[in-house]
Structures are given as C-alpha cells and as structure tokens.
C-alpha cells in the first residue's frame, strides 16, 4: 500500500480516521494525502448548484493545518490538498488523482432522508472508489 488519502474535517469521526490513517501510514511506511472539501450548494436531487463552496476556503484551511498539527505530533509527514463539490465524489477524485490504494473515512450519523438522497460520504466513497475504502467509527 503506496498512497493512503483521508478525508478530513473538524468532526469527531474524522479525528478518529485521522488516526487510523496515520498509524496505518506509519506501519506500511505510506504516503498519506489529506484532503478537506469544501461541499457546494445542492439541490434536492443531488445536483450542484455551481462551484460556489457552502464554507469559506480558510475554513478547510484551517481543518487541513489542524491535522497537520495532529501528524506532526505524531511523527507522520502528509501532503495536504483542498477539494471542492459534492464531499465524497471529491475524496474519489483526489483518490484517482493521487492513484491512492486507500481511502479512509469517519463514519457519520446522517439521518435517513440523507442516507436515500446519497449524501452519506462513507456511503458515496464506499460504492464508487477505485481502491479500498475503510470507514472508521
């Protein structure tokens, strides 16, 4: 396992991946990639509104240096990469970019009516990435 990419925001449940990811990094001596996206404007179908991100950019630049923060301490070295669009059609996109063999996610609680109108990122990742996906709880 060459390239491990993590999606990371300020939740609980990305921290957990986080963690994971960069022990696993550790252990398989892997690159690790982290990404924040910043989500776009959708409708109730699913479908962008544009590339107008719903959060500020300094808001994903500032979940991209809090987990530089957290690997630095650790001893984990990563690159770091902001995204924009739907969150887990970004992850798969940096994923393919980057020719990542693993994908790790914090799982969330997305309520029911999320869940059937796709906006489950763990979901989304898990059905459509080009390489293994791990979602930590």
Do not use: F, W
Not at 3 to 26: F, N, V
Not at 107 to 121: A, F, I, N
């Amino acid at each position: 396992m060459q390239t491990i990419l993590i999606g990371y925001d300020d939740s609980a449940a990305a921290g957990r991946a986080l963690q994971r990811a960069a022990t696993l990094a550790k252990a398989l001596d892997s690159k690790l990639v982290v990404t924040s996206v910043a989500p776009v404007t959708e409708t109730t179908v699913g479908r962008s509104l544009g590339a107008d991100p719903v959060t500020p950019a300094s808001e994903h630049l500032a979940e991209l240096a809090c987990a530089r923060n957290q690997l630095e301490q650790m001893g984990v070295a990563a690159s770091y990469i902001e995204a924009v669009g739907h969150e887990g059609e970004a992850l798969i996109a940096a994923a393919k970019d980057r020719g990542a063999d693993l994908i790790v996610v914090g799982s969330e609680h997305s309520s029911l009516v999320g869940r059937l109108l796709g906006h489950s990122v763990p979901d989304t990742v898990a059905h459509h990435a080009p390489c293994d996906v791990l979602i930590v709880r």
